[in-house]
Nanobody
């Protein structure tokens, strides 16, 4: 079992930056693939970024490539999402997610993840 708690959301102007944190409680954190998704009102949940277990590479959704960076700190049981050059279309609820058994092609599929945080609002003002 893994519990996830997001923090760091809020209101930021267009072009600004924000860093989200996801703190995990549970055992064997390093055995989980960790990811960020987001969901805007009236839209489906969208893949943002993921860090596979045992892997040092992050994967990104096309909408955020080059602007967002995901970090993983296994010693702190945490992942972070550094969001730069924010746009109005980045406004959404951001969710942290985790799963133990994912292949690369499934990283962007929200239904493949077993554990979710409660979500945190990010609003980019235009």
């Amino acid at each position: 079992q893994l519990q996830l708690v997001e923090s760091g959301g809020g209101l930021v102007p267009t072009g600004g930056s924000l860093r989200l944190s996801c703190q995990a409680s549970g055992r064997a954190f390093n055995t989980y693939t960790m990811a960020w998704f987001r969901q805007a009102p009236g839209s489906e949940r969208e893949f943002v970024a993921a860090f596979k277990r045992y892997n040092s590479n992050a994967y990104y959704g096309n909408a955020v490539k080059g602007r967002f960076t995901m970090f993983r700190d296994n010693a702190k049981n945490a992942v972070y999402l550094q969001m730069d050059s924010l746009r109005a279309e980045d406004t959404a609820i951001y969710y942290c997610a985790a799963d133990r058994n994912l292949i690369t092609s499934s990283l962007g599929v929200s239904s493949e993840y077993d554990y979710w945080g409660q979500g945190i609002q990010v609003t980019v003002s235009s």
